[in-house]
């Protein structure tokens, strides 16, 4: 994920949403400064299809909603579209019903998840870590299908919780204390 320096050019969502982009191109915004975003591999989709479908059934007709990419999610969201954090999480969980937009997420989503490919890195991932805990997600996780692992961040309270799990364990979802999520099935081949 590469910065596009265009004059030490600063942008706002209202920029981000006139951009024409070529077929599957896609962008984040970060403080201003736009990042490509490199197509995700097989493996990759795999373990996202298999997380959202988890996700998907228990929250079946209930007011929490999952979301997977491409979906915009505007952080610190202003309605005049001045803000300039734009992300596309691989799976997104919203509960509060005015933070959907027609557009995206208006605003810090429950639950975040980024699964790692050859595109991105865990260095990029916790730099996120940051931008996550300062808009105030409650929950963030970090998939690594190659090593079969997954990592937790909690923030409550100012405290940030950190869990680690590995390929067959069953993961506890603190935003939902009876959904847990099966990595056997998720890293399963």
Same mark, same amino acid.
């Given at each position: 994920?590469?910065?596009? +320096?265009?004059?030490?050019?600063?942008?706002?969502?209202?920029?981000?949403?006139?951009?024409?982009?070529?077929? =599957?191109?896609?962008?984040?915004?970060?403080?201003? &400064?736009?990042?490509?975003?490199?197509?995700?591999?097989?493996?990759?989709?795999?373990?996202? =299809?298999? *997380?959202?479908?988890?996700?998907? /059934?228990?929250?079946?007709?209930?007011?929490?909603?999952?979301?997977?990419?491409?979906?915009?999610?505007? $952080?610190?969201?202003?309605?005049?579209?001045?803000?300039?954090?734009?992300?596309?999480?691989? *799976?997104?969980? *919203?509960?509060?019903?005015?933070?959907?937009?027609?557009?995206?997420?208006?605003?810090?989503?429950?639950?975040?998840?980024?699964? $790692?490919?050859?595109? /991105?890195?865990?260095?990029?991932? &916790?730099?996120? +870590?940051?931008?996550?805990?300062?808009?105030?997600?409650?929950?963030?996780? *970090?998939?690594?299908?190659? /090593?079969?692992? $997954?990592?937790?961040?909690?923030?409550? &309270?100012?405290?940030? $919780?950190?869990?680690?799990?590995?390929?067959?364990?069953?993961?506890?979802?603190?935003?939902?204390?009876? +959904?847990?999520?099966? +990595?056997?099935?998720?890293?399963?081949?």
């Amino acid at each position: 994920m590469g910065a596009i +320096l265009k004059n030490d050019q600063l942008y706002t969502y209202a920029d981000y949403k006139g951009w024409e982009l070529a077929e =599957g191109e896609r962008f984040e915004l970060i403080y201003g &400064e736009a990042y490509a975003m490199s197509a995700p591999n097989t493996r990759h989709q795999e373990v996202l =299809g298999e *997380i959202f479908n988890q996700f998907y /059934n228990y929250l079946r007709g209930k007011p929490c909603k999952v979301y997977p990419a491409p979906f915009d999610v505007r $952080l610190f969201y202003k309605s005049n579209e001045s803000d300039d954090t734009v992300v596309q999480p691989d *799976i997104t969980v *919203i509960c509060d019903e005015r933070k959907r937009g027609q557009e995206g997420c208006r605003g810090a989503p429950d639950l975040v998840i980024e699964i $790692l490919s050859p595109s /991105n890195t865990a260095i990029e991932m &916790e730099k996120k +870590l940051k931008l996550y805990q300062e808009a105030k997600v409650r929950e963030y996780w *970090i998939v690594d299908p190659e /090593n079969k692992g $997954l990592t937790v961040y909690r923030f409550e &309270e100012g405290a940030i $919780l950190f869990f680690t799990y590995k390929k067959d364990a069953v993961v506890p979802v603190g935003i939902f204390p009876d +959904l847990r999520i099966m +990595l056997e099935q998720v890293f399963a081949e």
